[in-house]
């Protein structure tokens, strides 16, 4: 986690994934499959399901069941190889200005809504209410809180250091 820190320092956190897109991998990988295989047998993770910030793949590639999209603007070509999946390109700025085409059941964001920046963040999480009633966030940090005037938190789960929260549009 601090050797990352420190490259997003030194290149940014867009030209870090800029340059990386394309051989990121997560090295909390393990963890992030078996916090989201356990949430979604318990909480019964089910239909369709944005993956966003899909990196190369982690969270897909555990939902083999569920009909899954991936939305990143840098693995796109990565993802698109490890799961089959379609990926949308889009930033968070992107999705801020334009919103999201479609609906899904379920948004999941895995080790990434803490890279948007803190004053975009409650548009994106309005955006995110359009088009969803279920956001799942895994994260191995207390940032970013997405309660507020969008979603409310429903449960979370800890592994290690590693925390799922699930929380639900208070718009639906
Ligand atoms: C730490 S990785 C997490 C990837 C994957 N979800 C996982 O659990 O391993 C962060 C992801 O956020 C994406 N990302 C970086 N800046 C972004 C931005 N401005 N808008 C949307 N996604 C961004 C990166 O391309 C990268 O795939």
């Known amino acids: 986690m601090d050797a990352i820190i420190n490259e997003y320092k030194k290149h940014g956190v867009d ?3 800029r340059l990386h897109g394309n ?3 997560n090295p ?3 963890i ?7 949430a979604k047998s318990k909480w019964n993770i089910q239909g369709n399901v ?11 590639n555990v939902l083999k069941d569920c009909d899954v999209e991936g939305l990143d ?8 190889k490890n799961t089959n999946n379609n990926c949308i390109e889009m930033t968070f700025k992107d999705i801020v200005c334009r919103g999201l085409e479609k609906r899904y059941d379920n948004v999941i964001c895995s080790y ?28 191995p940090h ?5 309660d507020g005037e969008f979603f409310k938190e429903k449960e979370r789960m800890k592994r290690e250091r590693t925390t799922i929260i699930w929380y639900e549009s208070r718009i639906a």
Do not use: Q
Not at 32 to 38: D, L
Not at 112 to 132: G, T, W
């Open 112 to 139: 990434a809504l803490h890279l948007c920046e803190r004053s975009m963040l409650p548009i994106l999480l309005y955006r995110i209410s359009e088009v969803s009633d279920n956001l799942f966030v895994i994260t």
């Open 32 to 38: 992030v499959e078996n916090i989201i295989m356990e």
């Open 50 to 60: 944005l993956d966003l910030c899909c990196g190369s793949g982690e969270v897909s």
């Open 28 to 30: 909390h990988r393990d």
């Open 15 to 17: 030209n870090f994934y």
């Open 142 to 146: 207390k940032k970013p809180d997405c």
């Open 23 to 25: 051989d990121y991998e």
């Open 73 to 80: 603007p840098y693995t796109s070509e990565l993802y698109e």
